[in-house]
């Protein structure tokens, strides 16, 4: 994904409105997040919050998650935190040669994979109960359609 942010005088850093506007979310909403620890803004000599591209790339992810894939915050939360230990523990793993540390870095690993797997698992499960319920309405609609064509008050039972 490309970040084509608006020009700005701040070096390249954009101010909280200036992000919100920029993606379509409220300086609350950028507040709140922050409040939960899935964003951490630099600060200007002025106390401004000053959002670099990654932090522009951060929001626009977790929007995604949460708007189109329909994700918690919660949700979203563990899986930055996954993301961000994954990074910790691919540098770890390469800065020892000792197995059994490293064998404890994997065992980490798929702990958070599997975590992360079980989150994904429960979404398809909400999503599939979801599509089964309109369905089923589809289906009592077809049905009561069929009855009006026959002739019959379409009641369906």
Do not use: H, W
Request: net charge neutral.
């Amino acid at each position: 994904m490309t970040l084509n942010p608006p020009a700005t005088p701040l070096g390249g850093f954009l101010r909280i409105q200036e992000v919100a506007s920029e993606l379509g979310l409220t300086t609350r909403s950028i507040r709140y997040y922050e409040e939960l620890g899935l964003l951490s803004p630099g600060c200007s000599d002025g106390a401004y919050r000053l959002y670099d591209a990654s932090d522009v790339e951060r929001l626009r992810f977790i929007k995604g998650l949460r708007d189109d894939a329909g994700f918690s915050l919660a949700e979203i939360s563990q899986l930055l935190e996954d993301e961000a230990a994954r990074v910790r523990s691919r540098e770890a793993y390469s800065n020892t040669g000792d197995p059994a540390e490293r064998r404890s870095i994997v065992i980490g690993s798929l702990e958070r994979v599997e975590r992360q797997a079980r989150i994904l698992r429960e979404k398809i499960g909400r999503l599939e109960a979801m599509v089964a319920a309109v369905e089923a309405r589809r289906g009592r609609l077809e049905t009561r359609l069929r009855d009006l064509d026959a002739g019959g008050p379409g009641e369906v039972r």
